[in-house]
């Protein structure tokens, strides 16, 4: 079990990364998808403006005139004044509001880089319990959201109170303007603090992408061992691998001593190297290794091979060779084919005698 005083000093491992994001715990930062979406719309706002003040403008010379023509509303006319205020919220409210809630699904996929999970929606009765709440209330985590909650609001009424301080001469300049003349104005002024403003909250977004991606990667920080932990989990036991390692070898060997009766022929270096080789020429073009070793185990095959009649001859450098550049069950090379072919005939001559 890792040791939770252990401190997490290690960075997280890709397998834990991933895993976080399975479970829906990602590195996003709000204050940028708010960032994003007041530049968008304050943008989109100034693009739009005409079509926005030309629709309020025929809603509410509508509504004068029906007030001027009639002595009292009817019953009948709320359904007419109903869809004319829709169609006009639809014209100069829903542009906006489809386009604020795209740009924040836009930075929120952006930052998550595609994530769907729904794991984080998930119940969790801990929620509930007033001491969890009152504890994140005085985390750091809720320390820092508070301050950030305060810098921006503070940020907001300075940037308000130093532009309206240089426009504040204008204001009563425009009792005597025309509506004409004065929604521009006012237009004017607006945008320009909205500028102030987006710039302002671009720096906030940007410190605090930063700083939540510095909290993230400090929550996923790991202790040696837990690294080692994983290691185990994924890469598997160092001791059992070597267990089961030997345990493939062995059945490896077994099934390679079976072969050896079988064999045409099994060279060897004295003591240091033994290779069984099998011919046949129906299935192969060229004379195959069925089994080859090395001390104690060329040993093993040399008297396998003599237990059951199968030819043994020396050949110092031909065993030296097979057995370094010839793989398990594999067609010897074409450069091994005259030495192996030579030492083939020799044994099919003696047994050619040994049947005569």
Known sequence: MPDSSEEKTEKATPKKRQDQRKEGNIFQS???????????CFTAFRFLYNIIESTLKDLIKWFIGLVGTQNMFRESDLPQMFIRALIAFAIGALPMLFIAGFIG??????????LVTFKSLKPKFSRLNPLSGLKNMVSIKGFIELLKSI???????????????????????????????????????IWNVSLKIMIAFVFVAGFDYMYQRWDYEKKLRMTKQEIKEEYKM????????GQI????????????????????????NPTHYAVALKYVSSKNKAPMVIAKGEDSLALRIIEVAIDNDVPVIENK?????????????????????????EVLAYVYRMKEKEWY
């Open 30 to 40: 709000k204050e940028v998808v708010i960032a994003a979406s007041l530049i968008v």
């Open 105 to 114: 699904i836009l930075a929120g996929v952006a930052q998550t880089k595609g």
């Open 151 to 189: 810098i921006k609001i503070t940020i907001l009424f300075v940037i308000i109170y130093l532009s309206l301080q240089d426009d504040i001469t204008m204001l009563p300049k425009m009792i005597d303007m025309s509506v004409e003349e004065s929604v521009p104005a006012i237009g004017s002024m």
């Open 234 to 241: 994924t890469e598997g036991d160092p001791k059992i691998k």
């Open 245 to 268: 390692k030997q345990k493939q070898q062995q059945m490896s060997r077994q099934r390679m001593m079976q072969s050896v009766p079988e064999a045409d022929v099994v060279i060897r």
């Open 317 to 341: 450098p031909l065993a030296r060779a097979l057995y370094a550049e010839v793989d398990l069950d594999t067609e010897i090379p074409m450069e091994f084919y005259n030495p192996v072919a």
